[in-house]
Structure formats: structure tokens, C-alpha cells
């Protein structure tokens, strides 16, 4: 085999240097990107249930809770946001997760909703589930507050809390 000429070598060189200066440029959109995705998720992940990028979800037996509209719906929407964080499921999948696992009247609630409204982003989907479900305000404490009114003295008003 012959050997190159310094035409030959010179074009080689030229070649590798455009292909040096494009991975540079590779490598430097790459740390931009790294750099974006791990402020927006702040140190150590997000807290709020987004997917982790620093470690593998763990994926344990967790069954889903199920949700049928008889009770406060407070207990449901904690376990849901305790599931959602444990297996890591993304923001965009949550409300779909909790609608498949309701039942009787809250699932004929959620039809509705969607039906008149789409579907709603997480935190107004818990917001509207607590508003047709949660407790009448007149069980709340912050009503019993409002309701008490003084009739007597100061301490008498003051020891009823």
C-alpha cells in the first residue's frame, strides 16, 4: 500500500477537524440541556412528584386506592399523591390514574366533569373532588369559629378554645 501524499494528509486533517468541532458542539448543547432539566428540577429532583433523573423508580407492590364518593375524599387524594410519589408517575398522568380508579358516584361525578370541562390539571381535579365530596363547611372547624360568638366574659369566650 502506498503511502499518503501530503495532499492526502492534509485533507484527512481538515475532515477530523470538522468532525472535532461538531462533537464540540454536541457536547456543548448537551451540557446546556443537563444544565436546563437540572435547575428547573432543583437539587436532588423535584419534589413534586416528577420523575427523578438522578435514580430508577422503584417499583414495589403498591396497590392504587379506590375512591367510591361516600366518604371525605381527603384520605384518597393523600394516598394517590403518596403513590404518585413513591413510583414517580409524571404530572400529566396523574389525574388519569385517579380517574380509572374511581367508583360508582364519583366515577359518574368524573364523567360529568370531563363531559363539561375536559380534563382538569391535578390540583383543580383535587380541588373540584374535595368540593363535591369533602365535608359540609358546617363540620369544618374554621365554621365553628365563625359561629362562636361571645356571651358572657372575656374568659368565659376565651376558655371555650
Not at 18 to 45: F, H, M, N, R, Y
Not at 113 to 141: I, M, N, V, Y
Request: aromatic fraction near 10%.
Amino acid at each position: 500500500m502506498a503511502e499518503p501524499s501530503n495532499a492526502d494528509i492534509a485533507k484527512m486533517i481538515e475532515s477530523l477537524t470538522g468532525t472535532i468541532a461538531s462533537l464540540q458542539s454536541d457536547i456543548v448543547t448537551l451540557k446546556k440541556d443537563k444544565e436546563k432539566s437540572s435547575s428547573s428540577s432543583g437539587p436532588g429532583g423535584s419534589a413534586d412528584g416528577q420523575h427523578h433523573n438522578d435514580r430508577p423508580p422503584r417499583f414495589q407492590k403498591m396497590d392504587f386506592p379506590r375512591y367510591d364518593g361516600t366518604t371525605d375524599p381527603l384520605i384518597f387524594v393523600n394516598r394517590c399523591e403518596s403513590y404518585f410519589h413513591q413510583q414517580r408517575i409524571m404530572e400529566e398522568e396523574k389525574v388519569w390514574m385517579a380517574s380509572y380508579n374511581l367508583e360508582d358516584v364519583a366515577q359518574l361525578w368524573y364523567i360529568q366533569l370531563q363531559e363539561d370541562e375536559g380534563t382538569p390539571r391535578w390540583s383543580c381535579f383535587k380541588d373540584l373532588l374535595h368540593l363535591h365530596f369533602g365535608p359540609p363547611l358546617r363540620s369544618a372547624p374554621l365554621y365553628e369559629l365563625v359561629e362562636c360568638r361571645r356571651m358572657g366574659s372575656v374568659e368565659e369566650y376565651q376558655n371555650r378554645f
